[in-house]
């Protein structure tokens, strides 16, 4: 059976153009004019692109004394429904736990999804056997990148010699090391401040993390990833102060990548100020929000290419959840949803404003996302043998977000009452047709694992260099006596 996408004008990364896109088995078979097929779906007045990547969720994932609330089921119909055909999680293993039983149990929640997925493993703590599981996480899992927490002290945090050592591991296995840039020793050190100052509300979050916590971090694991020869993606870059020790690095040849939040790039501080303490505390993720200074920042990197993927780090905890913290902000579950908005919220307010153009729009939610993860073209691209991963994009199509309507399992919306002009009349995942006429159909356990290969070309290109580069012995004749 197939089905014909018609009457719309394909939008890809670098290509604007009237086609017709044919699908059979999961795949496209044809690009052209004039195509028929067995189901046609209506795309006149829309864009055919690319469906959106989210590089960065944690669903159901365990944090703060709790689990997130979206897991791999209303979480991946929450994406389907907003344009995102595909996510990639992070796989957590608990102190001394093997990377691949964490793993395992990662497979065991994601079964439930309804678009494709894949996952990030994090370093927890360091080893021999970690040392050894990534090698075979790398090699035989499908797994190409390992994310490293430099916050969250007494949890999540590494220290900077199990970074460079991890690091140096993943330039031999050919993979990508990710950081949660944020100095934790210093954040501990805030919190702990603040608190003993009486300033315990969800404010005292925001205080806690200033941009220079990241911008430290971001420093330090961009030099660090240089001494070690990788490649390296900083997670949910919030702040001028990060923007500019990424922007520096690429323009001093060292390939890092760099990944706003749509949540940092559409709201602010100002959230953290509201008299009620639920809407704040809805609102905590860190890093937290930050000023106009800020957002004008990554809205330009994204412009300039020092900036390369949106995502949304969706990571959402209930009202009741996010209560843990009353009386103490350092307990409020950190983390924001947005895994439905991300694509509407960024087309209103990136193309709707003129600040991105629809293809830019397409490399950032898409078609960057799978090359620097090394699953494109399979994924992020609108080319004969690639997924049929697609959405149907209504320009003129509008809603309001309401937490009321959302598909996301908590109770409230981090983008209520914003009017959003852009959302998909039909989303299709491996050719199946999710969202329909802008109804979700999602199929429970349609997704897939995508497996995701090492050494990706700029992994080759930075050994390469670092090779020629390396410290050598200089052979001497007539070495003089020693003068002691
Ligand atoms: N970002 C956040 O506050 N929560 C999710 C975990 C993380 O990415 O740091
Ligand atoms: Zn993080
Ligand atoms: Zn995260």
Redesign the pocket.
Same mark, same amino acid.
């Given at each position: 059976m197939t089905t014909v996408i018609k009457g719309g004008t394909v939008v890809t990364a670098d290509l604007t153009y009237k086609a017709d896109v044919l699908v059979d088995g999961g795949k496209i078979i044809e690009i052209g004019e004039g195509l028929s097929g067995d189901t046609v779906l209506d795309a006149t007045g829309c864009y055919v692109m690319p469906g959106g990547i989210d590089p @960065?969720t @944690?669903l159901e #994932?365990p *944090?703060m004394g709790t689990y &997130?609330s979206d897991d791999f089921e209303s979480g991946t119909r929450a994406a389907l429904s907003g344009g995102t055909t595909m996510v990639v999680d *992070?796989v957590l293993p608990s102190p001394d736990q093997s990377l691949l039983q964490a793993m395992d149990m990662w497979h065991n929640k994601s079964g439930r999804a309804s678009c494709d997925y894949s996952y990030h493993m994090a370093i927890t703590w360091w080893g021999e056997q970690v040392f050894d599981d990534m090698k075979t996480v790398v090699q035989e899992k499908g797994i190409n990148s390992f994310k490293h *927490?430099m916050?969250?002290k007494g949890a999540?945090m590494v220290n900077d010699d199990e970074m460079y050592a991890s690091f140096q591991r993943c330039a031999e296995l050919g993979a990508l090391p990710l950081v !949660?840039a944020e100095n934790g020793d210093v954040v501990a050190e805030l919190q702990a401040k603040l608190m003993a100052a009486g300033n315990d509300g969800p404010e005292a979050h925001a205080y806690s993390r200033p941009p220079e916590v990241e911008g430290e971090a971001t420093n330090r694991a961009i030099m660090i990833a240089d001494m070690a020869g990788v490649p390296l993606y900083v =997670? !949910?870059t919030s702040c001028e102060e990060a923007h500019e020790a990424i922007r520096r690095a690429r323009q001093n040849g060292k390939r890092v990548y760099g990944e706003p939040l749509i949540q940092h790039l559409t709201l602010d501080e100002s959230e953290y100020a509201n008299p009620d303490w639920d809407h704040a505390a809805r609102r =905590? #993720? &860190?890093?937290p929000f930050r000023n106009k200074k800020h957002q004008d920042s990554l809205w330009a990197g994204l412009a300039a290419g020092s900036l390369q993927v949106v995502a949304t780090?969706h990571?959402a905890f209930t009202t009741e959840q996010k209560r843990y913290g009353v009386g103490d902000f350092t307990k409020i579950?950190?983390?924001?949803g947005g895994l439905e908005d991300r694509l509407p919220m960024l087309w209103t307010h990136g193309v709707g404003t003129g600040r991105l153009t629809p293809n830019e729009f397409v490399a950032v939610t898409s078609t960057n996302i799978a090359k620097i993860l090394n699953c494109y073209p399979k994924k992020g691209a609108v080319l004969v043998g690639a997924d049929a991963d697609l959405i149907v994009w209504d320009p003129e199509a509008e809603k309001t977000i309401m937490a009321s309507k959302q598909v996301s399992a908590i109770d409230y919306n981090v983008f209520e009452g914003k009017k959003v002009k852009g959302l998909p009349r039909y989303t299709l995942t491996r050719g199946f047709v999710a969202v329909e006429d802008g109804t979700l159909k999602a199929q429970e356990g349609h997704g897939e694992f995508v497996k995701r290969e090492p050494f990706h070309a700029v992994n080759k290109a930075l050994s390469t260099w670092k090779e020629l580069t390396a410290p050598r012995k200089v052979e001497r004749s007539g070495i003089p006596a020693s003068g002691v």
């Open positions: @960065h @944690h #994932m *944090f &997130s *992070f *927490f916050a969250y999540l !949660h =997670v !949910h =905590v #993720m &860190s890093p780090d990571c579950p950190n983390g924001t």
